[in-house]
């Protein structure tokens, strides 16, 4: 039992890390985002 | 001026190279010394203190990745001349068709590491005691349809890292994992085929009929992807 | 023209359906699988095979749908095609990571070794090692990179079948019987259910990916864009 247990955690955890992956990547989109319209705004 | 057949256009590409290569023979020396170190290292590894040779198999394992890995050496010169001297730009801009490049490269690669390989066949024989004249011909020809296997994967990827930085670390990582269907195809045919004590020769067959689809296929995708990845350049 | 750039707060939007969505897809899964009849040889052991297959499944579906983009990248210059064909790499890698453990734990725990060479398996490894070779040819190819990876993607999936044959042939007869024709009854609905969730999530994270990709790619347009802009205004 305890190795269906460790294989379903598995795949639990390794969608989970690339589910925080892709969310630090959007994170950091999101971070350049606010950049850029920080140096639009003053110039336009 | 006339026009020239796809078949000679690729034949021309073809004798350039060979030509070229048949002067400085650099790419010969490096990958025959290169595959006769694989081997060496592959005896000293595996043939333990007491024995003198190793079985059919392995030495038939020992044959192709010997190959496979002195191939490299062939495939990544394969696109260096034309690197080295940016005639690759003149070659893209002439109006030969791109797959009578691949053509012409994939047969002038082949050849090169077919005439490699007819000498490496031989040493193996002589190291492992391994008897290749029965099937001499048969063995021959499993060579020649497993280094056309490789190649024509080869010359793909050979040709789009041309401005790759770590163009040697990828080409072996990048090729290894597609052509080993072809790996196995032609070790265990190679196999067989060394084996005296095997009862028939079906399985030989049967892998030489799979090794000359696989061929087939790869060819078929190379001739067909070679323009697409070469135009970025 | 940073207003145009709502897939940002899309993106976020969506990923939180992401979470929603995987968290609701494995706390059915589970459920299913316990209730599944126990099968006679192997006991408990045999549901890994719920996870085991869908993975599997999902592996070999990454990689066509990779090819597909390649495909059209290659031949027709479809950046969304490229983009698809990134984004299914991925997952293919993290759908494969997940056969490549559950495979040698069910095998572990039914046979007692970790590997068997197995056809399935090792054609699963073969195809995993492709796609993770796309990866690297994406990453550290150079200028001809994303062509280089779109041609591997090309003979991989040309591969896939063969692979399966030569190690078929390779390994004659294998004790791992025809699973999925021969299930019993009881066991279909949990097996599909399970199919149908993991493929539900592989879509769900392939949008997911597909989004933030694209928002990327306007974000680097952008980025230029602005710098181009600040440039011609000094």
């Avoid at chain 3, 993106?11 to 939180?16: G, I, N, R």
């Avoid at chain 3, 056969?99 to 068997?116: E, N, S």
Wanted: hydrophobic letters at 60%; proline letters at 4%; a positive charge.
């Amino acid at each position: 039992m305890t190795y269906v247990a460790l294989a379903y955690g598995f795949i639990w955890v390794a969608v989970f890390v690339y589910v925080a992956l892709v969310g630090r990547r959007v994170a950091r989109i999101n971070a350049e985002i606010e950049d850029l319209r920080q140096r639009v705004k003053p110039g336009a | 001026m006339a026009r020239r057949s796809w078949i000679s256009q690729a034949a021309c590409i073809a004798w350039k190279d060979l030509h070229i290569e048949g002067r400085s023979r650099e790419v010969l020396y490096t990958m025959g010394f290169m595959a006769a170190l694989v081997v060496l290292v592959f005896s000293f590894a595996f043939i333990s203190g007491q024995e003198t040779t190793v079985g059919p198999d392995a030495v038939a394992g020992i044959l192709w990745v010997a190959v496979l890995f002195s191939g490299t050496v062939a495939l990544s010169r394969t696109f260096d001349r034309e690197r080295e001297s940016e005639a690759i730009r003149s070659l893209l801009l002439s109006p030969v068709p791109r797959s009578a490049i691949y053509a012409g490269k994939l047969v002038a690669t082949a050849a090169i590491m077919f005439l490699v390989e007819l000498l490496l066949a031989p040493l193996l024989a002589a190291l492992f005691s391994a008897g290749i004249m029965p099937h001499v011909l048969w063995l021959g020809l499993l060579l020649l349809l497993g280094t056309i296997g490789f190649c024509s994967v080869g010359v793909i990827f050979s040709a789009a890292l041309l401005r790759a930085r770590s163009r040697d670390a990828l080409l072996g990582a990048l090729l290894f994992p597609i052509v080993i269907p072809v790996l196995l195809a032609a070790s265990r045919a190679t196999a067989y085929l060394l084996d005296p004590t095997a009862p028939d020769l079906d399985p030989a067959l049967f892998w030489t009929r799979f090794l000359a689809a696989l061929d087939v296929v790869f060819v078929v995708v190379g001739l067909w992807s070679f323009e697409p990845v070469v135009m970025g350049e | 023209m940073l207003a145009t750039m709502p897939s940002a707060r899309r993106s976020s939007a969506s990923f939180l359906a992401g979470i929603a969505a995987t968290l609701v897809g494995f706390l059915l899964v589970p459920l299913l699988v316990a209730n599944a009849p126990l099968e006679k040889t192997m006991g408990v052991v045999q549901k890994i095979f719920y996870f085991h297959v869908p993975c599997a499944w999902l592996l070999m579906l990454s990689t066509f749908v990779c090819a597909g983009g390649s495909l059209a990248y290659l031949f027709a210059g479809s950046e969304r095609g490229d983009r698809l064909a990134l984004c299914s790499a991925e997952l293919g890698v993290l759908f494969g990571l997940c056969v490549m453990v559950t495979g040698p734990l069910w095998a572990r725990a039914a046979w007692g070794v970790f590997w068997t060479w197995d056809v399935r398996l090792t054609s699963s490894l073969m195809l995993w090692l492709m796609l993770i070779a796309y990866r690297l040819a994406r990453r550290y190819g150079g200028a001809g990179g994303r062509r280089l990876a779109a041609a591997m993607a090309l003979f991989a999936a040309a591969d896939v079948p063969l692979v399966y044959l030569s190690v078929n042939f390779w390994r004659g007869l294998h004790p791992n019987t025809k699973t999925v024709s021969s299930l019993a009854p009881g066991m279909r609905l949990p097996f599909f259910t399970s199919l149908l969730i993991f493929s539900a999530l592989w879509g769900v994270l392939l949008a997911l990916r597909m989004r933030v990709e694209r928002a990327h790619s306007r974000l680097a347009e952008l980025a230029i864009a602005v710098e181009d802009a600040e440039e011609e205004s000094l």
